[in-house]
């Protein structure tokens, strides 16, 4: 794997990121390296994806591109994945942090914040 980029580490060892397609370099791949497998995680729908952190319950979190271009946050655990957009923030959601309570930190804006105006949030996403 080249142009890889590591973004989390927790307790028990496993480290989250995301690489660049070997075949494409406009699009990233998401990772988690756990017990010396790596998984490549990437959200249905999705076009190019960054992991940016994970808590000690193995959840990881990040952002990813769908076809439309739109950016949407997500957070994965045991194989599953939930989109989460911030209310305010449809299809501008970038989420980069997760404690162990679940509890997810991120931004929205024009363009995930390109433009303008940023504007954090703190929340829990719901089952």
């Given at each position: 794997?080249?142009n890889?980029?590591a973004t989390?580490?927790n307790?028990?060892g496993r480290i989250s990121?995301?690489?660049v397609d070997?075949?494409?370099p406009?699009v990233?791949?998401d990772f988690?390296l756990?017990?010396g497998?790596l ?12 992991a ?5 319950r193995?959840q ?8 439309a ?8 655990r045991?194989?599953?994945?939930q989109?989460?957009d911030?209310?305010?923030g ?5 989420i980069?942090?997760?404690n162990?309570?679940?509890?997810i ?6 363009d995930?914040c ?6 954090g949030?703190?929340g829990t996403?719901?089952d």
């Open positions: 794997m080249k890889a980029q989390g580490i307790d028990p990121g995301f690489y070997p075949n494409n406009d990233n791949h988690l756990a017990d497998t998984t490549t995680l990437d959200p249905p729908g999705s076009t190019s994806t960054q940016f952190g994970l808590n000690n193995g990881v979190v990040g952002a990813y591109l769908d076809a271009g739109n950016t949407h946050g997500f957070v994965y045991d194989g599953r994945f989109s989460v911030d209310p305010q449809v299809n501008n959601t970038l980069n942090g997760i162990p309570r679940g509890q930190v991120g931004f929205y804006g024009p995930a390109g433009g303008d105006v940023c504007n949030f703190v996403p719901g």
